[in-house]
């Protein structure tokens, strides 16, 4: 995903505590570069992360209302060409733009987990479409 992903573009990440989504967020910053460590930003809110691309990391754990989520700023963050990554984003849906990636993670077993990739608009389907053709194929996994 950390190579697939381009200025402006926004991945929301939704699943339960200790899904994984930190994690997930740790991979595309590895492959944009970002030579920082990415932390939980439970605290901090908005984590900023120089690579290829900036990336921007939030965790809307925290956060109680709409307001709040506004309050972040995250649209200049999307004009500004970095890559913004959401934990929690079930929590402010509607204050994201309509055209996003939404990646719900699904934890199965101590080590299992399944992510669904859900694209919202063209350029994301697009995206989704290219992950499939970058993994390789195994036996219970569909892409479609
Ligand atoms: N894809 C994965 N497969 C197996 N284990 C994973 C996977 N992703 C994360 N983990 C493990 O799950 C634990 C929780 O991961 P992580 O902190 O990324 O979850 P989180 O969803 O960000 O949690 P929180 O809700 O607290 O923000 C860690 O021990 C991590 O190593
Ligand atoms: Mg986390």
Redesign the pocket.
């Known amino acids: 995903m950390g190579r697939l992903v381009g200025r402006g573009d926004v991945i929301l990440l939704i ?1 339960g ?8 967020t740790q991979g595309i910053a590895h492959a944009l570069g970002v030579t920082d460590y990415v932390t ?1 930003v439970s605290f901090v809110l908005l984590g900023e992360y120089q690579g290829r691309l900036p990336l921007y990391h939030a ?1 809307l ?1 925290r956060l109680d209302s709409l307001e709040e989520v506004a309050e972040l700023g995250l649209d200049d963050v999307v004009y500004q060409g970095g890559v913004l990554v959401i ?1 929690w984003a079930e929590k402010g849906l509607s204050a994201f733009p309509r055209e996003h990636l939404q990646v719900h993670i699904e934890y199965l077993g101590e ?3 399944r992510l669904f990739f859900v694209p919202q608009g063209e350029h994301y389907r697009e995206v989704v479409v290219a992950l499939g053709k970058m993994l390789p194929e195994r036996e219970g996994e569909r892409w479609n």
């Open positions: 699943g505590l200790g899904t994984g989504k930190t994690c997930f939980s965790d754990f934990e080590h299992i987990r």
